[in-house]
């Protein structure tokens, strides 16, 4: 299967900005999705890149470099309520464009 | 529209026991999939379904059988529960190729004993 790497967890302070990376392998590569999930609930989805670039949407941006197998998610203003676990995953055309998750990164917003 | 339901929402099993989960959907889409969820391991997919009447394997396959008898449900079953099948289980569906988002069921909590 193909490797999703994250950081386990993070913690950031109440107003403050993180960014939480992301790579994956480059190889039959399609795009590039984030979900958001807090405990006990369902994923949620947050944004789809699949061109290299920004995209922004309210207070969440997303990042993605292809040749570098590398994207991130930028999170502006945290509140509590940010406080949840942040999902990578990608798609590869060989995989009939199944979800390969990482494994999550626990984000943890502090006042 | 209700999205993605699953059903139960919590049930435990005795090993050896068998059970099945159900998903349904009302928004008409193609796919469906089966995940579970564990502390450290992620989603990991078990089973997926690209139409009614198809089913293939996904990551972590054994130990479960799927049915899609109807575009809007998709049916996993556990003919003999065992203690390694603890686990959250999500189901998730998306159009064809009009869309990537998968949206997921709120999940079923399973514990094997």
């Known amino acids: 299967g193909q490797n999703i790497d994250q950081p386990t967890e993070m913690t950031a302070t109440e107003g403050a900005i993180v960014q939480i990376n992301c790579t994956y392998q480059?190889?039959?590569?399609?795009?590039l999705f984030w979900y958001q999930q807090h405990a006990g609930e369902a994923p949620t989805f947050l944004s789809y890149?699949?061109?290299?670039g920004l995209e922004e949407k309210g207070r969440f941006s997303s990042f993605l470099s292809r040749s570098k197998g590398y994207s991130y998610l930028l999170l502006k203003e945290l509140q509590m309520k940010d406080s949840a676990s942040y999902l990578c995953?990608?798609?590869?055309?060989?995989?009939?464009?199944?979800?390969?998750f990482g494994k999550g990164t626990k984000l943890s917003v502090i006042p | 529209n209700a999205g993605v339901t699953q059903t139960p929402k919590f049930r435990v099993l005795k090993t050896g026991q068998s059970m099945t989960l159900l998903c349904a959907q009302d928004?008409?889409?193609?796919?469906m999939y089966w995940y579970r969820q564990d502390p450290g391991m992620g989603l990991r997919l078990i089973h997926y379904?690209?139409?009614?009447?198809?089913?293939a394997k996904g990551e972590v396959p054994d130990g479960y059988n799927v049915s899609r008898l109807k575009k809007q449900n998709f049916l996993l079953g556990l003919e003999s529960a065992a203690p390694s099948q603890t686990s959250v289980y999500f189901c998730?569906?998306?159009?064809?190729?009009?869309?990537?988002?998968?949206?997921f069921g709120p999940g079923t909590r399973l514990t094997v004993l």
């Open positions: 998730a569906s998306r159009p064809g190729t009009s869309g990537n988002e998968q949206f």
């Open positions: 480059t190889s039959g590569f399609n795009g």
């Open positions: 890149n699949v061109l290299d």
């Open positions: 995953a990608d798609t590869h055309r060989a995989g009939s464009y199944q979800l390969t």
């Open positions: 928004m008409n889409h193609e796919y």
């Open positions: 379904s690209v139409g009614e009447g198809t089913t």
